[in-house]
C-alpha cells in the first residue's frame, strides 16, 4: 500500500515536473520585446475546449491590448510571435521586406501537416526563390482577359444550385451557403485562372470538393496549430490527415495535367492564348524552371487562395447584405442602370467603373472580415526596431491581425465596427483614391501590401463583381430566423454555418435566365 502511494505521488511529480518544463521552455512569454504585453498561451486553445466565437475571444482578450500597444506577444504554432495591430508599423513592415522576410509554414513548423499542405510557394518565400515563383505566377494572374462569360455562366448556374436548395428547403426553410459557395468558387478559379475542369460545380461528390472539405476539417484544429509537434506522433488520424493532404495535392495536378492535354471545352481558346496560370505552371516544371514540388506546392497554393479567400469574402458579403436589406436594395437600384446589356454587364471596365456602390460594398466587407484573418509568416533577419520603440531579438516570428487594424478606431472613427459603405465615398475616382490613400497607410490591408501585396486581387475583386451582380438580380435574401449569429471558432474569420432564405425576383434577373 505504502508502495503505491509513493508510485502516485512520484508519478504526480513526474507530471508537475514535465509541466513546469513546458512552461518554462515553451509556454512562458519571452522577455523580449519588454514594451508590448504578452496575451496569455491558453487564449488559442479556447476552441479546443468549448465551442467559442472568435470574435468575442478578440473582443475579450486581444483588442484592448493591441489597440493600446500597438502589438503583443501571441502564442502560436509552438512559439511566441509579435503581432501587430498599428497600421504605421504595419507599413514600416511591409517596406522591410528585407528585414521582415516571409518565412511561412514550411520553414516554421516544417514537419506540420500543413506545412506540406502548401509548401514552399509564392506566398511564403524570400529572395531569389519568390522571384522565380513571381516570374511565372504574376504574369498568370494578373491579365486583362479573364474569361467574364464563363464567370457570369457559373453564376447563373449558382443562381439555379440556390434555387434548388430554397425549393426544398420550404418557405422559410433556410439554405446553408458556405458547401455551394466552395463548389462555385472552385469552378471559378479552377476554370478562369487555371483552366482546368474539376466539375466541381455540376457534381456535388466531384473528388476535388470532397477532398477540399476533409482537408480543411483537420488543418484548422486547435491542439495541431498550436503543438505541431503532435503531427511528428504516429497518431493515426495524423496519418490520416496527410494522406488526405497528399491525395488532395495530386488531384489537383490530375486535373490540370488532363485538362491541358486535350485541346477542347472550356479551355480552348485560354490555351491558344498561353497566358493561363495552369499552362505556365505546367511550363515552368516541363522546363525545369520549377521541379514537381515546386509545381505542386505552388498549384495548391494558387488553388487554395484562389478559391477559398474569394468564397469566404462572399459568406460575409451575403452575410452583411442579409442584415442590410437597405444596401441590397440600392444595390438592386444601382445594377438596373446596366439594363439587359448582357454584353455590358461581362464588360470588365464597366463592372468597375459604372458601379461605384457595388464596389463600396465590396471594400466594406473586406474590411470588416477580412478572408485571413490574421496571418503570421515573417521573420526578423536581423534585431528591429519596429516603430522606433519596439524592439524585436532577430529569428522573430512576426505578423498582423488583419481583422483588427482593420477596424481600428485611430483610422476609420467611432463607427469603425459598422458596415457603412459610403465611408469609401460615392463615385468611382472619390472610391479608388480612398482605396489607395488607405492601403499606402496600411490601414486597409486584407490585400496585405508592398511588394508582397496579393497577386490575385484583380480576380477576386471581378469574382466578386460578377457574382454580386448576377445574384442581386436573381434574388433578395434575410438570414434564416433560426440561425444563431456567431463566428467561426478557429481559422478564417467568418459567420458560422451560414443561412439564408432566398426569395427570387420575378423580373429578367440575368443573361437567359427567367425568374
Known sequence: MILFLIAKILVFLFLLLFLLFLYITVLRPPSHPQNIPAIPFWVALLPFFKRVDQ??????????????????????????????????????????????????????????????YLGDNIISAHGEVWKGYKAVVKPGLQRNDFDVGRLSKNAETFCQLLTEAQGKAGDGGGVAVQDLLQRYSVANCSEVV???????????????????????????????????????????????????????????????????????????TLIEKGGGLGRRMLDARESGKWSEKQLLDNLAVAFVAGQENPQLC????????????????????????????????????ALATKLPFLTSVIYESLRLFPPIGQLVNRK??????????????????????????????????????????????????????????????????????GRRACLGERFAMLELRVTLVTLVRTFTWVLDPSWVDRKTPAGPLYPWALRLVFTRRSEKNTCGIIG
Open 55 to 116: 470574435s468575442e475571444i478578440f473582443a475579450c482578450y486581444l483588442q484592448e491590448p493591441l489597440r493600446k500597444h500597438g502589438a503583443v506577444k501571441l502564442f502560436f504554432g509552438a512559439r511566441w510571435n509579435v503581432l501587430v495591430h498599428r497600421p504605421a508599423y504595419l507599413a514600416e513592415i511591409f517596406r522591410e521586406e528585407d528585414l521582415y522576410q516571409k518565412s511561412g509554414n514550411q520553414k516554421k513548423i516544417p514537419h506540420s501537416v500543413i506545412a506540406s
Open 194 to 268: 487555371l483552366q482546368t475542369d474539376f466539375d466541381a460545380l455540376s457534381s456535388p461528390n466531384a473528388s476535388i470538393n470532397l477532398l477540399q472539405t476533409a482537408v480543411k476539417l483537420e488543418i484548422f484544429k486547435p491542439i495541431f496549430l498550436n503543438f505541431p509537434i503532435l503531427d511528428r506522433l504516429p497518431f493515426p488520424s495524423r496519418q490520416r490527415a496527410r494522406e488526405t493532404v497528399n491525395k488532395f495535392r495530386q488531384e489537383l495536378r490530375r486535373g490540370l495535367v488532363d485538362s491541358h492535354r486535350h485541346n477542347d471545352g472550356l479551355h480552348v
Open 314 to 349: 462572399l459568406i460575409s458579403t451575403l452575410y452583411l447584405l442579409a442584415k442590410h436589406s437597405w444596401a441590397q436594395a440600392r444595390l438592386h437600384d444601382e445594377i438596373s442602370t446596366l439594363g439587359d446589356d448582357c454584353a455590358l454587364r461581362q464588360n470588365q471596365e
Open 380 to 449: 526578423t533577419a536581423d534585431h528591429a526596431l519596429l516603430g522606433g520603440s519596439i524592439m524585436i531579438p532577430r529569428n522573430t516570428y512576426v505578423g498582423y491581425n488583419c481583422y483588427s487594424t482593420n477596424r481600428d478606431p485611430s483610422a476609420w472613427g467611432p463607427t469603425a465596427d459598422m458596415f457603412d459603405p459610403s465611408r469609401w465615398g460615392t463615385d468611382t475616382a472619390t472610391i479608388q483614391k480612398q482605396y489607395r490613400q488607405r492601403r499606402m497607410k496600411a490601414e486597409f490591408i486584407s490585400f496585405h501590401g
